[in-house]
């Protein structure tokens, strides 16, 4: 469609021309809307895109969760279900998509429903200001849905901080309670204690040296006896290189496939990340530009018209 001379055209055709023009505005916010919405999921994912490869491969740099192995059964039982680092990346996935859905249709929601206040209703005109408001509602439900996240994930390893939890000595910790309890080898409770030190808050690396260290004695003493035990090579793996920041046992690099893996996904999705934002960044800028025009457009139009 040819662009319209709005200074050769009567009343009628202005109109007409007008709604055409407003509809395309409509359009380009829309569409500024999305690209803005991607923009800030590209530099949120970019902060976070490791930890989500890793945990697709079911490995982690820190230790976030305790692994209770089959030989310690009776420990197990008693502090139930344990997810593993594949699982928390799926509920991650589903909490993004839902954040973003609900926080994007949301937005505009909100802005309607402020748009029926005189106050706001004066302002929003200005397709500025309704882009700020739609932004800041957009900031607010992410915000809102994040709190809710977190807080019930506290509330679900809540029962685990429970028993790593301590002050001093872990050996006033509940888990040191339950092992003395219980009839675990040595080995086995230097491989809980050394997670529950790393897992304390702040992370206790004083203690936990020691106990990985024994893990990495004992593997190296009887290999055989020390793969009964019902060990998580991942677990390991982080343990070690959360420390040393380097791998020192057999069972430990029997997970460095999967890193290496991992590192070029790693790679290859940060590099996506960075053009999607610069894409997105530019791509913003144009519409807002264009946008701008239109409404320029628009204000010489209904001034032709009255």
């Not at 030989?71 to 344990?82: D, F, K, N, P, Y």
């Not at 006896?225 to 380097?246: C, D, S, V």
């Amino acid at each position: 469609m040819p662009p319209i001379d709005e200074y050769a055209l009567n009343p009628q055709q202005l109109n007409a021309g007008l709604k055409t023009i407003k509809q395309r505005q409509r359009n380009l916010v829309l569409l500024s809307l999305t690209s803005f919405s991607l923009l800030i999921v590209s530099v949120v994912g970019l902060f976070i895109q490791q930890d989500m490869v890793y945990s697709f491969f079911g490995i982690s740099q820190t230790v976030q969760q305790l692994h209770v192995p089959v030989s310690a059964g009776e420990v197990a039982s008693h502090l139930g279900h344990q997810s593993d680092y594949f699982v928390n990346f799926l509920s991650f996935m589903d909490w993004l998509f839902l954040k973003l859905l609900v926080s994007f249709i949301g937005a505009f929601f909100l802005v309607g429903c402020l748009k029926k206040f005189q106050f706001f209703r004066i302002r929003f005109q200005s397709f500025v200001l309704k882009f700020v408001g739609w932004l800041l509602s957009f900031i607010l439900l992410w915000s809102g849905l994040t709190y809710v996240q977190y807080d019930l994930k506290d509330n679900d390893q809540a029962a685990y901080q429970k028993w790593v939890q301590y002050d001093k000595n872990i050996q006033d910790s509940r888990l040191a309670q339950e092992l003395k309890e219980a009839e675990v080898a040595t080995t086995v409770q230097a491989y809980l204690y050394a997670q529950a030190a790393l897992l304390h808050k702040p992370v206790d690396r004083a203690t936990a040296i020691p106990y990985v260290q024994s893990l990495i004695n004992s593997e190296q003493q009887n290999p055989a006896k020390f793969r009964e035990y019902g060990f998580q090579p991942e677990q390991l793996w982080t343990m070690q290189n959360q420390l040393f920041a380097k791998t020192m046992t057999p069972m430990a690099q029997s997970v460095e496939t999967q890193v290496s893996q991992a590192n070029i996904i790693d790679s290859v999705v940060r590099w996506i990340l960075i053009g999607l934002i610069a894409l997105t960044l530019v791509l913003s800028g144009i519409l807002y530009l264009l946008a701008q025009q239109f409404k320029s457009r628009i204000a010489r139009i209904e001034q032709g018209i009255n």
